[in-house]
């Protein structure tokens, strides 16, 4: 099956700089790739999605990249705020199947 | 507002019994989903469920699990006999667009 690798487990950024994780994937026929934001006791809220057709995605402050060749995507965060700070997980499918990464906890010191 | 809708919120039982949650979706759709996060840890998928038949399930979802589409709204998805090991947060999930997934606003499942 999918095996979701993601770096890293921690983030720690100051408010307006950038953030950066990175997932692994191993399937190579995966081809939909969500990004959810978990705040503490609430849901998973899907933020960002990309398909293999696409090699990159932006919405306002947040971008995704997908490198199907080395099997990793990536989620970017410009000019963070306070309220970016919640664990990030990323996730890879083909078969509606998501198998998630490990999250990042990410935080934004003001 | 959530693109569906869990109860119990919370649930409490003792290892052995029998729990049964609930996912009611605001509107119609084909495919539905559970998925399990153990507290502190990544998401879980536990089963998918296309036109009434389960299409796809994880080791995770063995004979213990079971779901059903019992009055052609609600989705549930019951545990047999409960173990500790169960206490996690449910939550069901819907696709809108392929395989673009919501997540309901899930069920806390503690088993003393």
């Known amino acids: 099956g999918e095996n979701v690798e993601q770096h890293p487990s921690t983030l720690s950024v100051q408010e307006g700089d950038s953030a950066v994780i990175k997932c692994t994937y191993s399937?190579?026929?995966?081809?939909?790739f969500p990004w959810y934001k978990q705040e503490l006791g609430k849901r998973p809220q899907l933020i960002i999605d990309i398909r293999s057709n696409v090699g990159e995605k932006k919405d306002q402050r947040i971008a995704v990249t997908l490198n199907k060749t080395a099997k990793h995507f990536s989620l970017h965060i410009t000019e963070t705020q306070p309220e970016d700070s919640a664990v990030y997980f990323c996730?890879?499918?083909?078969?509606?199947?998501?198998?998630f990464g490990a999250g990042t906890t990410v935080t934004v010191r003001a | 507002e959530p693109e569906v809708t869990q109860t119990p919120s919370h649930q409490v039982t003792q290892m052995g019994q029998e729990v049964i949650l609930r996912c009611v979706p605001i509107?119609?759709?084909?495919?539905f989903y559970w998925y399990r996060q153990i507290l502190g840890q990544k998401v879980e998928f536990l089963v998918s469920?296309?036109?009434?038949?389960?299409?796809?399930k994880s080791e995770i979802f063995d004979d213990q699990f079971s779901v059903e589409r019992p009055d052609g709204s609600n989705f549930t998805l019951k545990i047999r006999s409960t173990k500790l090991e169960d206490s996690a947060m449910y939550f069901c999930a819907r696709d809108r667009v392929q395989e673009t997934q919501y997540f309901g606003p899930g069920t806390r499942l503690l088993v003393l």
């Open positions: 996730a890879a499918s083909n078969d509606y199947k998501l198998s």
């Open positions: 469920f296309y036109n009434n038949e389960i299409s796809e």
């Open positions: 509107s119609n759709h084909l495919y």
């Open positions: 399937d190579s026929a995966s081809n939909y």
